[in-house]
């Protein structure tokens, strides 16, 4: 099963930007996917963006223009570039990956912000 390690989260003002890293240890395949999701006090978990097989990408409507998911195969790390933030992404934002049935979730970082 492959293990997966989150980093780049912080604090950011209204309008700033972050980027957040997921290693993957193993290799990772094609038909994998990965990508991130997040959790907010008192909310539900939510989509952010994902990679499927094929490279298709989906992102969570909340997050449309101003999120971008990438992938480094040579690295097996997937990125999110996460622009125009705004205090309602503050959550925290888990890296996800599977292959047919099994699954794997990082421990989550924390994005936070605020003015």
């Known amino acids: 099963q492959v293990q997966l390690v989150e980093s780049g989260g912080g604090l950011v003002q209204p309008g700033g930007s972050l980027r957040l890293s997921c290693a993957a240890s193993?290799?990772?395949?094609?038909?994998?996917?990965m990508g991130w999701y997040r959790q907010a006090p008192e909310k539900q978990r939510e989509l952010v963006a994902i990679i499927a097989p094929g490279g298709t990408i989906m992102y969570g409507d909340s997050v449309k223009g101003r999120f971008t998911i990438s992938r480094d195969s040579a690295k097996n790390t997937v990125y999110l570039q996460m622009n125009s933030l705004k205090p309602e992404d503050t959550a925290v934002y888990y890296c996800y990956w599977r292959r047919t049935s099994t699954s794997s979730w990082g421990q989550g970082t924390q994005v936070t912000v605020s003015s």
């Open positions: 193993g290799t990772i395949f094609s038909i994998d996917v």
